[in-house]
């Protein structure tokens, strides 16, 4: 089958559009039915400025529209009904509403702070990092822009989408490297492309790489508009073998009865499917959240896979939390929920570093060669069958 790529502004269109579509009173949006209609019938219903929202929250503040030149703002009429009407704190509300300090930039905030610029091949958009796996962003755009992305220096805006050209030589780069195992669709959100779109990219891929053996997409569209997750999409999932989607939940009120139904659909493909969270200042930082919402996950048989430390980027200082808390945060699950339920700590470091691990350490060997083990209740205890000495005698 061929298919030739398409360029990758879904959202042209609807723009026309919008104007009509917009839910601005509180009775229209509580009236709404998202399943009534498309996904992208619902994308056009998007509301694009905190002002749009005044009818239908309270306490919205007023940040400057210049804000808008830096990282626009996007909210489907999914999420606004998620959001608590009162509290500007409700942790949907934290995560999308645009805030005046986000534009008081750290001197250590830079724009491209994991450096994938650097890291982007031939002048495409696939950026090659690690030795087997490299990440083909395919569009800039997402359902709903999140405050703290730390891809705001492309995302979102139009002057900087993923060209044709680029995707075309993203492409190419894919085939001509044949030590690329895992090839990761990401963006943007590779999901706001249409179907058509989607299946010219995996279709290729699949046609021209085929040592790409694990294809994964990530996608936070699951869990801002969860009717994007179609038996049409599924069908393609299933036909290209794509064999993992990572979604992006970030708290317990995202997992939704109409997202688990979702999800439901899409485990049917035999997907597997994980979850990128992350460790948010104000949203999820405290115990009792991550563990619901690692459960929460589990439940509709979503692993947990990564959960980040807050990426630097522009603006993001309000999100971040301190190593201390971090760990802290990471002992609270490990041994309290079960073991499937607890993802990896880590944080990508600054300058290209890549991802690490950030782990406390629950066994640990002094200088003197003796092994003590913690454990989850801080029980401390010597493990001399991991010693040296026992092993050597
Ligand atoms: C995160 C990331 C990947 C995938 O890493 P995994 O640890 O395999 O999930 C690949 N390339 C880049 C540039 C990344 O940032
Ligand atoms: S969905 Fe992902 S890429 Fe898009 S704004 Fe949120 S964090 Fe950034």
Redesign the pocket.
Same mark, same amino acid.
């Given at each position: 089958m061929a298919f030739s790529i398409e360029a990758t502004d879904p959202c042209k269109k609807a723009d026309l559009t919008r104007l009509s579509k917009i839910l601005r009173t509180r009775e229209e949006l509580d009236a709404f039915d998202v399943t009534s209609e498309g996904w992208q019938q619902a994308l056009q219903r998007r509301y694009r400025t905190h002002k749009d929202m005044k009818g239908i929250l309270n306490h919205v503040e007023d940040v400057d529209m210049a804000i808008y030149h830096h990282f626009d703002m996007r909210v489907t009429p999914y999420l606004a009904q998620l959001m608590d009407r009162d509290d500007p704190n409700c942790p949907i509300r934290k995560q999308y509403m645009p805030f005046q300090r986000e534009v008081n930039v750290r001197p250590y905030e830079v724009a491209d702070s =994991?450096a994938?610029d650097h %890291?982007m091949q031939d002048g495409s958009s696939v950026?090659h990092?690690?030795p087997n796996?490299? =990440?083909f962003l395919v569009t800039t755009s997402c359902g709903t822009y999140c405050r703290f992305c730390t891809r705001k220096r492309l995302v979102s805006h139009g002057e900087s989408a993923v060209n044709k050209q680029q995707l075309e030589r993203g492409i190419s780069y894919l085939k001509a490297h044949s030590e690329i195992e %895992?090839c =990761?669709l990401s963006g943007g959100d590779p999901l706001l492309l249409n179907d058509r779109q989607l299946e010219g990219i995996l279709s290729q891929i699949r046609a021209g790489a085929p040592h790409i053996k694990f294809l994964r997409i990530g996608s936070r569209l699951p869990a801002q508009l969860p009717t994007r997750i179609t038996p049409e999409l599924c069908a393609i999932i299933e036909r290209y073998e794509v064999q993992m989607v990572n979604v992006h939940v970030n708290h317990p009120k995202e997992i939704t009865p109409l997202f688990a139904e979702r999800i439901k659909m899409l485990r049917k493909t035999g997907t597997m499917i994980g979850n990128q969270s992350v460790l948010l200042k104000g949203v999820n930082d405290d115990v009792a959240t991550l563990r619901d919402l690692c459960m929460g996950l589990v439940t509709c048989g979503i692993r947990p896979y990564y959960c980040y430390s807050c990426d630097v980027a522009e603006g993001n200082h309000d999100y971040q939390l301190t190593l201390d808390r971090i760990l802290k945060l990471y002992r609270a699950l490990r041994g309290f929920i079960s073991g499937p339920a607890v993802p990896t700590f880590v944080v %990508?470091g600054t300058g290209g570093l890549g991802?690490m691990p950030i782990i406390p350490e629950y066994v640990r060997e002094l200088a003197n060669g003796e092994i003590w083990a913690t454990n989850f209740k801080g029980k401390v205890q010597r493990m001399i069958n991991l010693e040296a000495r026992t092993l050597e005698q």
């Open positions: =994991l994938e %890291d950026v990092r690690y796996r490299a =990440l %895992d =990761l %990508d991802k």
